[in-house]
């Protein structure tokens, strides 16, 4: 079993910056593909970002492409989401997610049933 723990949420200005982590339990951290997803109140799980097991290829949702970076610290089992120039329609919980399964394009990379472990969320609420 994997366990997920987020951190780095809080309450920040639109225009700020946030920068999430995701530290795993796993010592196969470099085998899994890893993922962010957010959920806004009212609203269904999406996609935001994910990176590959090596960290070659990372894939971003339309909406959040330019303003947020997923990267992978192999050293410290963290995955990362640097989250700058944020809106108020990026308030929602974000949820690192995992799988060891791999993907043949970069669009599964997105699809949320392609990951199995999930950690508890963390809170980022962006004022206007």
């Known amino acids: 079993q994997v366990q997920l723990v987020e951190s780095g949420g809080g309450l920040v200005q639109a225009g700020g910056s946030l920068r999430l982590s995701c530290t795993t339990s796993t010592r196969t951290f470099g085998s899994y593909r890893m993922g962010w997803f957010r959920q806004a109140p009212g609203k269904e799980r999406v996609f935001i970002a994910a990176i590959s097991w090596n960290g070659g290829s990372t894939y971003y949702a339309d909406s959040v492409k330019g303003r947020f970076t997923i990267s992978r610290d192999g050293t410290k089992n963290t995955v990362y989401l640097q989250m700058n120039s944020l809106k108020p329609d990026d308030t929602a919980v974000y949820y690192c997610?995992?799988?060891?399964?791999?993907?043949?394009?970069?669009?599964?990379?997105?699809?949320?049933?392609?990951?199995?472990?999930w950690g508890q969320g963390t809170q980022v609420t962006v004022s206007s």
């Open positions: 997610a995992a799988d060891p399964r791999l993907v043949t394009t970069a669009q599964a990379m997105g699809v949320m049933s392609r990951y199995n472990y």
